[in-house]
């Protein structure tokens, strides 16, 4: 019987893998095959997504990519019947002990996994995330069972050894946190993982509970036994449903093996619950998922006390992030050293990013620590489609900031980082190339704090509002602004637009208020001249913010055809049959339809 | 989130839904949720129910759900459209998408066709940042959108009165 793999993880449902795995199906049932269909989380290069991968009668497992369900029979012809494996969209193959079939590339030596390190991606896209087997097989719990012999303290050891810091963004060393939680005398602890990835442009640790659920688990049981808890809640995102729905089944899986709820090692009872979030961005501060589990608005509350101390229900609480935990399960199974062997003096491991934007091969790659982000952009990410320059990187989503082309080379880790105004973050990665405007990435980053500002401090809720309203002026039409007065205050507002962000940098109450100038700050530091531009000139040179654009018809190149004419939404463009159109500025909505439809190039912008 | 959609199924009074929670104030968010999932909304009844179950002032209640993005307190259409708006897929012109939809469904962000079919939403992240720009309809993710895919779905949906599986 021949295993047939396919990426299921929402990415690849989002560009039919449900089609390839009933065409596979439906193959199968032609030719009274019987094959057996896996389906894997994502490997993290959702570029080539769906992809599906075929063992060979010898065992070899073989990686393609873009697999359509028209295809997916060709291929499955190709190397199970005709025993061909050199195709179109073949990715390589992946190591399986035996000799490598001839011809055929590894699937490590592919340009988008050569250059990365896998550590906690590991199984992702390579197991089945439903099958506790598979996870054994490859090592599952194996770090847990070793965890139970060692005493509370050695575990944590073990982990402050490895030098592991928190991966939801603040980098707070993961074993520095436990300790403080293991000195509490209270009886009745918590261990709360936070999967609440609200970060717009991340998805690390969506694809980890997809694609290696048992390791995240594994992880906060090693906690929960390593800081004496006995309940663990796992608090994920309700737009995760495919996630959600895996950590239910492994819990159950779990208990029915007798894992959970019954005593293990010595004496060690632990239970597990998910609770599903509700969609607000603030849920992943710490204090305000905890309020959030707690049934109340997730506002977060000033520390100290810090959770570690008092947190949910007013017990001692330990709250990591996803790729944390899964982090941990590694470190336990394979020492401390596998882990702090890898990265620079302050940053150990590898970390994962989500890289995605203007880039050839957006997905998930995990990298050591001390790569450049040149590195990552250009050698994995394979650069800017369409022959287009680079103009900037985004990193930490809304309370990171932009790196420039001229800081490419600077290494990732937590400190080199932050001396050029981004931060690491949970680990989202947005490329943008020349098309991208600066002052446009900093309004929309203020638009979303805005939103999802809880309304508890003043400089956040206000403050922010006011950035934007700045923002949202800079980018505005005069026509908006009719009267002198209001053109004052408009430049009286840009005029103190640089310290407004300070101030809600110094005084709000919670990480996200605090951080929540930095996506300004940063464009500001490195982009002035484009903010220059939108102010004096009145230009976007990027030709993104709408209000700013101007259609034009050029006189000489319209025919007259009077396509745009119909296709203008609000009936702006204006002339007879075979003679030049003109556009109406009063009308236009600058929705782009005329230039799209233009088969002469007539329509310009500026 | 999806079984209410799934139209024949009868719907079960809210407090069957919710009998099965302990009454503390700690469950609230997931009876709400659960709620939700049964009616598509949170209605001023179920509200109130949920008030006399949980012994909490309704305006309690009211606050913690209008907190809370995923919470709606008007009926949603048949199929709920959700425009991704995550800094990936605005990189890549998802407020374009987002304007060709309005146009499209004649509605604005948070409402819903006069036939109920469609109401239009968007959210912060989905998560596919890869395939952006992407949207999430009725549970279901499409991605790599364009206006011209984005119009032939809406067609589609639009004739068939529903979303194919």
Same mark, same amino acid.
């Given at each position: 019987?021949n295993?047939?793999?396919?990426g299921? %993880?929402?990415?690849g449902?989002?560009?039919?893998?449900?089609?390839?795995?009933?065409?596979?199906?439906?193959?199968?049932?032609?030719?009274?095959? =019987?094959?057996?269909?896996?389906?894997?989380?994502?490997?993290?290069?959702?570029?080539?997504? @769906?992809?599906?991968?075929?063992?060979?009668?010898?065992g070899?497992r073989?990686?393609?990519?873009?697999?359509?369900?028209?295809?997916?029979?060709?291929?499955?012809?190709?190397?199970?019947?005709?025993?061909?494996?050199?195709?179109d969209?073949?990715?390589?193959?992946f190591? !399986? %002990?035996?000799?490598?079939l001839?011809?055929?590339?590894?699937?490590?030596?592919?340009?988008?996994?050569? =250059?990365?390190?896998?550590y906690?991606?590991? !199984?992702?896209?390579?197991?089945?995330?439903?099958?506790?087997?598979?996870?054994?097989?490859h090592?599952?719990?194996?770090?847990?069972?070793?965890?139970?012999?060692?005493?509370?303290?050695?575990?944590?050891?073990?982990v402050?050894?490895?030098?592991?810091?928190?991966?939801?963004?603040?980098? /707070?060393?993961?074993?520095?946190?436990?300790?403080?939680?293991?000195?509490?005398?209270?009886?009745?602890?918590?261990?709360?993982?936070?999967?609440?990835?609200?970060?717009?442009?991340?998805?690390?640790?969506?694809?980890?509970?997809?694609?290696?659920?048992?390791?995240?688990?594994?992880?906060?049981?090693?906690?929960?036994?390593?800081?004496?808890?006995?309940e663990?809640?796992i608090?994920?995102?309700?737009?995760?449903?495919?996630?959600?729905?895996?950590?239910?089944?492994?819990?159950?899986?779990?208990k029915?093996?007798?894992?959970?709820?019954?005593?293990?090692?010595?004496?060690?009872?632990?239970?597990?619950?998910?609770?599903?979030?509700?969609?607000?961005?603030?849920?992943?501060?710490?204090?305000?998922?905890?309020?959030?589990?707690?049934?109340?608005?997730?506002?977060?509350?000033p520390?100290?006390?810090f959770?570690?101390?008092?947190?949910?229900?007013?017990?001692?609480?330990?709250?990591n992030?996803?790729?944390?935990?899964?982090n941990?399960?590694?470190?336990?199974?394979?020492?401390?050293? *596998?882990? *702090?062997?890898?990265g620079?003096?302050?940053?150990?491991?590898?970390?994962?990013?989500?890289?995605?934007? =203007?880039?050839? !091969?957006?997905?998930?790659?995990?990298? @050591?620590? %001390?790569?450049?982000?040149?590195?990552?952009?250009?050698?994995?990410?394979?650069?800017?489609?369409?022959?287009?320059?680079?103009?900037?990187?985004?990193?930490?989503?809304? *309370?990171?900031?932009?790196?420039?082309?001229?800081?490419?080379?600077?290494?990732?880790?937590?400190?080199?980082?932050?001396?050029?105004?981004?931060?690491?973050?949970?680990?989202?990665?947005?490329?943008?190339?020349?098309?991208?405007c600066?002052?446009?990435?900093?309004?929309?980053f203020?638009?979303f704090?805005?939103?999802?500002?809880?309304?508890?401090?003043?400089?956040?809720r206000?403050?922010?509002?006011?950035?934007?309203?700045?923002?949202?002026?800079?980018?505005?039409?005069?026509?908006?602004?009719?009267?002198?007065?209001?053109?004052?205050?408009?430049?009286?507002r840009?005029? !103190?637009?640089?310290?407004?962000?300070?101030v809600?940098?110094?005084?709000?109450?919670c990480?996200?208020?605090?951080?929540?100038?930095?996506?300004?700050?940063?464009?500001?530091?490195?982009?002035?001249?484009?903010?220059?531009?939108?102010?004096?000139?009145?230009?976007?040179?990027?030709?993104?913010?709408?209000?700013?654009?101007?259609?034009?018809?050029?006189t000489n190149?319209?025919?007259g055809?009077?396509?745009?004419a119909?296709?203008?939404?609000?009936?702006?463009?204006?002339?007879?049959?075979?003679?030049?159109?003109?556009?109406?500025?009063?009308?236009?909505?600058?929705?782009?339809?005329c230039?799209?439809?233009?088969?002469?190039?007539?329509?310009?912008?500026? | 989130m999806?079984?209410?959609?799934?139209? =024949?199924?009868?719907?079960? @009074?809210?407090?069957e839904?919710?009998?099965?929670?302990?009454?503390s104030?700690?469950?609230l968010?997931?009876?709400?949720q659960?709620?939700?999932a049964?009616?598509?909304?949170?209605?001023?009844?179920?509200?109130?129910?949920?008030?006399?179950?949980l012994a909490?002032?309704?305006?309690?209640?009211?606050?913690?759900a209008? /907190?809370?993005?995923?919470?709606?307190?008007?009926?949603?259409?048949?199929?709920?459209v959700?425009?991704?708006?995550g800094?990936?897929?605005?990189?890549?012109?998802s407020?374009?998408?987002?304007? *060709?939809?309005?146009?499209?469904?004649?509605?604005?962000?948070?409402?819903?066709?006069?036939?109920?079919?469609?109401s239009?939403?968007?959210?912060?992240?989905?998560?596919?940042?890869?395939?952006?720009?992407?949207?999430?309809?009725?549970?279901?993710?499409?991605?790599?959108?364009?206006?011209?895919?984005?119009?032939?779905?809406?067609?589609?949906?639009?004739?068939?009165?529903?979303?194919?599986?």
């Amino acid at each position: 019987m021949n295993r047939i793999f396919i990426g299921m %993880g929402t990415c690849g449902l989002a560009t039919g893998a449900g089609q390839v795995k009933a065409a596979v199906e439906k193959w199968a049932a032609a030719r009274d095959m =019987k094959v057996q269909i896996t389906r894997t989380g994502c490997i993290g290069y959702c570029n080539a997504e @769906p992809i599906m991968d075929v063992v060979t009668d010898d065992g070899h497992r073989v990686s393609y990519g873009n697999v359509t369900p028209e295809v997916a029979g060709f291929i499955l012809d190709e190397v199970l019947v005709r025993k061909n494996c050199k195709l179109d969209g073949l990715l390589g193959q992946f190591v !399986n %002990g035996a000799a490598p079939l001839a011809g055929i590339p590894l699937i490590e030596e592919h340009p988008f996994f050569k =250059k990365q390190v896998k550590y906690v991606l590991r !199984n992702c896209g390579v197991i089945d995330p439903e099958s506790i087997a598979d996870y054994r097989a490859h090592g599952g719990f194996k770090g847990f069972e070793r965890a139970l012999g060692m005493s509370q303290g050695e575990v944590i050891q073990e982990v402050t050894r490895s030098g592991l810091r928190g991966r939801g963004g603040s980098g /707070f060393l993961t074993g520095r946190k436990w300790e403080l939680a293991l000195a509490s005398r209270n009886a009745k602890k918590y261990v709360i993982c936070n999967a609440d990835e609200g970060d717009p442009g991340a998805f690390m640790d969506r694809s980890i509970l997809e694609g290696d659920t048992y390791a995240v688990l594994e992880g906060m049981m090693t906690a929960g036994y390593a800081i004496g808890a006995d309940e663990g809640i796992i608090y994920c995102r309700a737009e995760y449903p495919l996630a959600i729905e895996r950590i239910k089944k492994a819990i159950d899986v779990l208990k029915s093996e007798g894992l959970l709820e019954k005593p293990v090692g010595p004496g060690f009872l632990f239970k597990l619950r998910i609770k599903m979030g509700a969609g607000a961005f603030v849920c992943g501060e710490e204090t305000a998922l905890m309020a959030s589990v707690e049934g109340r608005r997730g506002m977060p509350r000033p520390r100290p006390p810090f959770p570690s101390v008092e947190g949910l229900f007013q017990k001692p609480t330990i709250v990591n992030n996803v790729e944390t935990m899964a982090n941990v399960s590694h470190i336990m199974r394979e020492g401390a050293e *596998s882990f *702090s062997a890898m990265g620079t003096q302050n940053s150990k491991g590898t970390k994962v990013f989500a890289l995605t934007g =203007k880039v050839v !091969n957006a997905g998930l790659v995990e990298v @050591p620590m %001390g790569m450049t982000l040149r590195e990552v952009v250009f050698d994995i990410g394979g650069g800017i489609p369409g022959g287009k320059a680079f103009k900037a990187v985004q990193i930490g989503g809304p *309370s990171g900031g932009c790196i420039p082309a001229e800081h490419l080379d600077i290494t990732i880790d937590y400190e080199s980082l932050k001396s050029v105004g981004a931060i690491m973050g949970s680990g989202g990665l947005v490329v943008m190339d020349e098309e991208t405007c600066m002052v446009d990435m900093a309004r929309y980053f203020l638009s979303f704090i805005t939103s999802e500002s809880c309304g508890k401090c003043i400089p956040c809720r206000e403050g922010t509002q006011r950035l934007f309203e700045i923002l949202d002026s800079i980018v505005s039409p005069y026509a908006k602004m009719p009267d002198e007065e209001e053109n004052l205050l408009r430049f009286n507002r840009v005029l !103190n637009m640089e310290s407004l962000a300070q101030v809600i940098k110094d005084t709000s109450l919670c990480g996200l208020g605090q951080s929540a100038p930095n996506p300004v700050l940063s464009t500001l530091r490195f982009f002035r001249k484009e903010y220059e531009a939108h102010i004096y000139d009145r230009k976007c040179p990027a030709h993104q913010c709408k209000g700013l654009l101007t259609y034009t018809i050029d006189t000489n190149a319209c025919t007259g055809c009077t396509l745009c004419a119909k296709k203008c939404p609000t009936s702006a463009i204006v002339g007879e049959k075979k003679k030049t159109h003109y556009i109406v500025d009063e009308k236009c909505i600058r929705c782009g339809t005329c230039q799209d439809v233009c088969r002469f190039s007539a329509v310009s912008v500026n | 989130m999806e079984s209410y959609m799934e139209t =024949k199924h009868q719907v079960r @009074p809210v407090d069957e839904v919710i009998a099965k929670y302990p009454k503390s104030r700690e469950h609230l968010i997931s009876i709400l949720q659960e709620v939700q999932a049964e009616y598509g909304y949170l209605s001023r009844d179920s509200i109130n129910m949920i008030s006399d179950y949980l012994a909490l002032p309704s305006s309690k209640i009211f606050g913690v759900a209008t /907190f809370y993005n995923q919470f709606k307190m008007n009926a949603p259409g048949r199929i709920q459209v959700s425009i991704c708006r995550g800094t990936a897929c605005h990189v890549k012109g998802s407020l374009n998408l987002l304007d *060709s939809c309005r146009q499209l469904l004649g509605i604005e962000v948070g409402q819903t066709t006069k036939d109920g079919l469609f109401s239009l939403e968007t959210v912060a992240c989905l998560g596919c940042c890869s395939i952006a720009p992407a949207m999430m309809v009725n549970g279901q993710f499409f991605g790599r959108l364009d206006k011209k895919k984005l119009e032939y779905l809406v067609d589609t949906w639009r004739a068939a009165g529903r979303v194919e599986e």
